[in-house]
């Protein structure tokens, strides 16, 4: 067993499995490795499982066993160990090193051990650090605290820090999703002056040249269909600059070919993406395969755009209840209404369509058929065409929630107060 330098907070971890997705948001991705953790209780196989699930591990192979120490010794007896071994014991410290004896053994010089303990004991702490025992926690734990420490141990901490990335996906076709961000991703590299990187994955119909008036020769078809080329300088070859502070990696929108894709077609391009800039936004086709589910997954926030009616209301709920499974340990959705107070469209009020989802709206659009085709007409972003209209208002503020410099509680209704309240008492 290898001793590496660490720090730990020996006053014990959470007092619930329970992990609050604010807890996680600074943890990178684990790298691909192998993890066997040993259970005494079906409290800590179930947080482990927990673990498991999350899309940090996604590269993780993770085998979960009941049992104590000395089962861990007894298999690793007859096979190679893993790249970690997490072990929960209950052991008094006086036997604990004695008990630990016959694991070490048989341990590759390699592996690390973190073990879980119920004796907030220093002495004890420092023996096994001494012993080459990787880190000591004190139980109760929760899952913040085991995905932390497996961090500390297998990420570099001289890395540089990873961008976040935002994906956007709609309820419905025609529902809007590709146009809020696209005005998304031009706010947030605009108002911060962030370094933002636009993905569009709807390689066949994609719309983000068009919106920013652009004609690019390449981009995402190439970086999907070279994972083995993609990297820094690669990748800016394929870029198209729209801003100052905001590039653009074009779909092709052809139908010269079938655009088919194995489930982590994209993760290439999402982990380059990610260390090129503070902000990636990916406009996510209205589709279900594994792919999109993939991407969906792994992004740190996603929003669903919907129009007010059945039809959207029915594959709203749907897509929350997937991505609840997909993303047990993340924040829920972002939900944006758009395309609200349409003229003689029957719709449902928005009140309603949000308390159905039992979720509240981070963002109310209004119809607005002039300024938004306008926009789209000419090439340009709302808030270049109108900088003071309710819409551009409507964009600055998601784009601070979407890089956490605000908190909305309410939905924004783009100065539309008076006229929701009337179509919510119709």
Not at 201 to 208: E, M, S, V
Not at 217 to 233: F, K, M, Y
Not at 284 to 296: I, Y
């Given at each position: 067993?290898?001793?590496?330098?660490?720090?730990?907070?020996?006053?014990?971890?959470?007092?619930?499995?329970?992990?609050?997705?604010?807890?996680?948001?600074?943890?990178?991705?684990?790298?691909?490795?192998?993890?066997?953790?040993?259970?005494?209780?079906?409290?800590?196989?179930?947080?482990?499982?927990?673990?498991?699930?999350?899309?940090?591990?996604?590269?993780?192979?993770?085998?979960?066993?009941?049992?104590?120490?000395?089962?861990?010794?007894?298999?690793?007896?007859?096979?190679?160990?893993p790249n970690l071994i997490?072990?929960?014991?209950?052991?008094?410290?006086?036997?604990?090193?004695?008990?630990?004896?016959?694991?070490?053994?048989?341990?590759?010089?390699?592996?690390?051990?973190?073990?879980?303990?119920?004796?907030?004991?220093?002495?004890?702490?420092?023996?096994?650090?001494?012993?080459?025992?990787?880190?000591?926690?004190?139980?109760?734990?929760?899952?913040?605290?085991?995905?932390?420490?497996?961090?500390?141990?297998?990420?570099?901490?001289?890395?540089?820090?990873?961008?976040?990335?935002?994906?956007?996906?709609?309820?419905?076709?025609?529902?809007?999703?590709?146009?809020?961000?696209?005005?998304?991703?031009?706010?947030?590299?605009?108002?911060?002056?962030?370094?933002?990187?636009?993905?569009?994955?709807?390689?066949?119909?994609?719309?983000?040249?068009?919106?920013?008036?652009?004609?690019?020769?390449?981009?995402?078809?190439?970086?999907?269909?070279?994972?083995?080329?993609?990297?820094?300088?690669?990748?800016?070859?394929?870029?198209?600059?729209?801003?100052?502070?905001?590039?653009?990696?074009?779909?092709?929108?052809?139908?010269?070919?079938?655009?088919?894709?194995?489930?982590?077609?994209?993760?290439?391009?999402?982990?380059?993406?990610?260390?090129?800039?503070?902000?990636?936004?990916?406009?996510?086709?209205?589709?279900?395969?594994?792919?999109?589910?993939?991407?969906?997954?792994?992004?740190?926030?996603?929003?669903?755009?919907?129009?007010?009616?059945?039809?959207?209301?029915?594959n709203a709920k749907n897509?929350?209840?997937?991505?609840?499974?997909?993303?047990?340990?993340?924040?829920?959705?972002?939900?944006?209404?758009?395309?609200?107070?349409?003229?003689?469209?029957?719709?449902?009020?928005?009140?309603?369509?949000?308390?159905?989802?039992?979720?509240?709206?981070?963002?109310?659009?209004?119809?607005?058929?002039?300024?938004?085709?306008?926009?789209?007409?000419?090439?340009?972003?709302?808030?270049?065409?109108?900088?003071?209209?309710?819409?551009?208002?409507?964009?600055?503020?998601?784009?601070?929630?979407?890089?956490?410099?605000?908190?909305?509680?309410k939905a924004r209704k783009?100065?539309?107060?008076?006229?929701?309240?009337?179509?919510?008492?119709?």
């Amino acid at each position: 067993m290898n001793a590496i330098e660490y720090s730990i907070d020996n006053g014990g971890g959470n007092n619930s499995a329970d992990a609050r997705p604010g807890d996680l948001d600074q943890l990178r991705p684990l790298p691909r490795i192998s993890i066997h953790a040993f259970c005494e209780t079906d409290a800590m196989q179930r947080l482990m499982e927990r673990c498991g699930q999350d899309r940090r591990m996604a590269k993780v192979s993770l085998r979960i066993t009941g049992g104590s120490v000395a089962a861990a010794a007894n298999m690793f007896a007859s096979v190679s160990t893993p790249n970690l071994i997490i072990l929960e014991t209950a052991t008094e410290p006086t036997a604990l090193l004695a008990e630990l004896a016959p694991l070490a053994e048989v341990c590759d010089p390699s592996t690390k051990v973190v073990i879980i303990g119920r004796h907030n004991d220093i002495a004890l702490y420092r023996e096994l650090i001494r012993n080459g025992i990787s880190e000591y926690m004190v139980a109760p734990v929760g899952m913040a605290d085991i995905l932390a420490a497996v961090s500390a141990i297998f990420v570099d901490p001289e890395a540089e820090p990873l961008g976040r990335s935002l994906a956007f996906i709609g309820a419905k076709g025609g529902c809007g999703s590709s146009v809020i961000a696209h005005n998304c991703a031009w706010g947030i590299s605009n108002l911060f002056s962030t370094e933002t990187i636009l993905a569009d994955l709807d390689l066949p119909y994609g719309t983000a040249n068009i919106d920013f008036d652009q004609d690019p020769a390449q981009g995402i078809a190439e970086a999907v269909s070279s994972p083995d080329r993609l990297d820094e300088v690669y990748l800016d070859r394929l870029l198209t600059k729209c801003s100052e502070h905001l590039s653009m990696l074009s779909a092709p929108s052809m139908l010269d070919r079938a655009y088919d894709f194995e489930a982590g077609a994209f993760q290439p391009i999402l982990e380059i993406l990610q260390r090129s800039a503070p902000v990636s936004v990916l406009d996510v086709p209205h589709a279900w395969s594994d792919w999109t589910r993939s991407v969906l997954s792994e992004a740190d926030e996603v929003v669903i755009t919907a129009v007010p009616d059945l039809a959207n209301l029915r594959n709203a709920k749907n897509l929350l209840d997937a991505l609840k499974k997909l993303r047990p340990n993340d924040r829920a959705p972002h939900l944006v209404l758009n395309q609200v107070g349409m003229p003689k469209r029957p719709e449902i009020a928005p009140n309603e369509f949000c308390e159905s989802l039992e979720i509240e709206a981070a963002a109310i659009i209004q119809f607005d058929a002039v300024i938004f085709g306008n926009a789209s007409n000419s090439g340009r972003m709302i808030a270049e065409i109108d900088r003071k209209s309710p819409a551009a208002e409507t964009f600055s503020q998601l784009a601070h929630l979407l890089t956490g410099r605000a908190t909305v509680k309410k939905a924004r209704k783009a100065g539309l107060q008076k006229v929701l309240a009337k179509l919510g008492r119709k």
